[in-house]
């Protein structure tokens, strides 16, 4: 199982970026699926998540700014990012908990990152 992830770049504060990571390989089933991001000198944080039924959760600096998505058709998770600011430099991973059989354990996996710089 593979997590690819695409999207990132530079873009100028108050722009915006989408941000896309699918999932390919030996896949029966997906659970949560979260973004997280690693911004330089800092630890990696939750971004936001989303469960296999739409839940979703965010972290408070980017309520009301980002928005996650997916497409179980596609295995696919995204992360839309409105008015984005310096602060949300980074690199962004995703990350997912799937199950490779019907009666194996979920694991988890990680992406291999992508960097998102706003900046003037």
């Known amino acids: 199982v593979q997590l690819q992830a695409s999207g990132g770049g530079l873009v100028q504060p108050g722009g915006s970026l989408r941000l896309s990571c699918a999932a390919s390989g030996s896949i029966f089933s997906i659970n949560d699926m979260n973004w997280y991001r690693q911004p330089p000198g800092k630890q990696r944080e939750l971004v936001a998540g989303?469960?296999?039924?739409?839940?979703?959760n965010y972290a408070d600096s980017v309520k009301g700014r980002f928005t996650i998505s997916r497409d179980n058709a596609v295995n696919t998770v995204y992360l839309q990012m409105n008015v984005l600011k310096p602060e949300d430099t980074a690199v962004y991973y995703c990350n997912a908990d799937i199950k490779y059989h019907r009666f194996a354990a979920g694991r988890d996996y990680w992406g291999q990152g992508t960097l998102v710089t706003v900046s003037s």
């Open positions: 989303i469960s296999s039924g739409g839940s979703t």
